[in-house]
């Protein structure tokens, strides 16, 4: 079985679109009218329409490429957590996470729903609590994805190490479910949002991590770091040595109980330098398909993002080692997905 860990709902219907822009319209006339801020009532998609969606995009890409399974969240740069308030962000991650619980109750064996939190800048995380237990508890989530950075490319929150976060984190360990440390849209003009923000924001995570000792406090806690983990593995050899300056522990004791690496990298020697680098036991396989980068890639004449061709070409992974990578991994990182596949005899 080939599960992808990192798929977003990226081909929702054109409404949804349409929705938030009249949310983004209220909130830029200064919400004097009530009248035009938009119901999440009047939203209004039908299966068919989300059926059509899913089956001419991402499930049609995942039977083409052989992969089986997709944890699937909302778009990840429409999350926008900078836009308006809490009030603003609980209403839209409600809308979307709908709709991914929605695509996975359609296609109950091909996708399985990761929550977006309604953060909002300078708002205490544990007002996500609700939204979290609501997407576990009712729609069967089994993940989350955690915005270190909700101000989008401006960094107003404190480290991911920090107290601030604790609430989440409690809730995290209790559900037994993980995070996916994820930006969303960079309202920054120095940072592309999926070609810097989001790579820095994966490797500014893992630094954090390095400096703190948040996992003394969670050691259950488990984050998986997108995007390969942004530019850490390629700089591994500097982390280590950062980490012992700081006389933290061997980053294999220090992070790796607890820090996942996705295989959304894509090209070869990308997944090639992963594979040598990180211990096979930590690296998920991913696609983020269909997301950042959609064309064909001219020196192989594949889609960039068909990470499979890469897991299946590197010399560094055994069978045994692939297993982990598209199955074995992810049953171990996400247990309520594992859970719910031996619930069905998977
Ligand atoms: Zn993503």
Same mark, same amino acid.
Request: net charge neutral; glycine share 6%.
């Given at each position: 079985m080939i599960i992808d860990c990192h798929g977003h709902?990226?081909?929702? *219907?054109?409404a949804l679109e349409e929705w938030r822009n009249r949310q983004i319209t209220a909130l830029s006339a200064g919400?004097?009218? *009530?009248?035009?801020m938009p119901k999440a009532s009047e939203l209004k998609i039908g299966d068919d329409e989300l059926r059509e969606s899913i089956e001419t995009n991402q499930l049609k890409k995942m039977k083409e490429r052989g992969s089986d399974l997709t944890v699937f969240s909302p778009r990840a740069s429409f999350m926008?957590?900078?836009?308006?308030?809490y009030k603003v962000s609980s209403t839209w991650a409600a809308i979307c996470n709908e709709l991914c619980y929605r695509v996975s109750q359609l296609f109950p064996d091909n996708f399985i729903g990761a929550a977006m939190l309604p953060q909002s800048p300078? $708002?205490? *995380?544990?007002?996500?609590i609700p939204e979290l237990e609501k997407c576990v508890?009712?729609?069967?989530?089994v993940g989350i994805n955690l915005n270190p950075d909700p101000s989008g490319g401006h960094w107003t929150s404190p480290p991911?190490?920090?107290?601030?976060w604790y609430p989440i984190y409690e809730k995290m360990v209790e559900h037994r479910i993980p995070a996916m440390i994820h930006v969303s849209t960079?309202?920054?003009?120095?940072?592309?949002?999926?070609?810097a923000h989001y790579i820095n924001a994966d490797t500014t995570a893992v630094m954090q991590l390095i400096q703190g000792d948040l996992f003394k406090d969670f050691p259950d806690l488990k984050f998986v770091i997108p995007h390969g983990g942004g530019a850490a593995p390629y700089h591994w050899g500097r982390y280590r040595g950062l980490a012992q300056e700081l006389k933290k522990p061997l980053l294999r004791d220090h992070l790796l109980n607890n820090v996942f690496f996705d295989t959304? $990298?894509?090209h070869q020697p990308g997944i090639d330098l992963l594979t040598k680098v990180i211990p096979v036991d930590n690296i998920l396989f991913a696609?983020?398909?269909?997301?950042?980068v959609k064309g064909i890639d001219p020196e192989t004449g594949?889609?960039?993002?068909?990470t499979k061709r890469y897991i299946e070409a590197t010399?560094?992974?055994s069978n045994a080692d692939r297993y982990k990578v598209y199955e074995g991994n992810a049953r171990r990182v996400y247990p309520r997905l594992d859970a719910a596949l031996k619930a069905k005899g998977k």
């Amino acid at each position: 079985m080939i599960i992808d860990c990192h798929g977003h709902y990226t081909t929702a *219907p054109k409404a949804l679109e349409e929705w938030r822009n009249r949310q983004i319209t209220a909130l830029s006339a200064g919400i004097k009218d *009530p009248a035009l801020m938009p119901k999440a009532s009047e939203l209004k998609i039908g299966d068919d329409e989300l059926r059509e969606s899913i089956e001419t995009n991402q499930l049609k890409k995942m039977k083409e490429r052989g992969s089986d399974l997709t944890v699937f969240s909302p778009r990840a740069s429409f999350m926008a957590h900078h836009i308006g308030d809490y009030k603003v962000s609980s209403t839209w991650a409600a809308i979307c996470n709908e709709l991914c619980y929605r695509v996975s109750q359609l296609f109950p064996d091909n996708f399985i729903g990761a929550a977006m939190l309604p953060q909002s800048p300078g $708002v205490d *995380p544990k007002t996500c609590i609700p939204e979290l237990e609501k997407c576990v508890r009712d729609y069967g989530f089994v993940g989350i994805n955690l915005n270190p950075d909700p101000s989008g490319g401006h960094w107003t929150s404190p480290p991911l190490t920090d107290r601030h976060w604790y609430p989440i984190y409690e809730k995290m360990v209790e559900h037994r479910i993980p995070a996916m440390i994820h930006v969303s849209t960079s309202c920054n003009a120095c940072f592309h949002t999926t070609g810097a923000h989001y790579i820095n924001a994966d490797t500014t995570a893992v630094m954090q991590l390095i400096q703190g000792d948040l996992f003394k406090d969670f050691p259950d806690l488990k984050f998986v770091i997108p995007h390969g983990g942004g530019a850490a593995p390629y700089h591994w050899g500097r982390y280590r040595g950062l980490a012992q300056e700081l006389k933290k522990p061997l980053l294999r004791d220090h992070l790796l109980n607890n820090v996942f690496f996705d295989t959304c $990298v894509y090209h070869q020697p990308g997944i090639d330098l992963l594979t040598k680098v990180i211990p096979v036991d930590n690296i998920l396989f991913a696609s983020e398909m269909i997301g950042a980068v959609k064309g064909i890639d001219p020196e192989t004449g594949h889609n960039f993002d068909d990470t499979k061709r890469y897991i299946e070409a590197t010399l560094n992974l055994s069978n045994a080692d692939r297993y982990k990578v598209y199955e074995g991994n992810a049953r171990r990182v996400y247990p309520r997905l594992d859970a719910a596949l031996k619930a069905k005899g998977k």
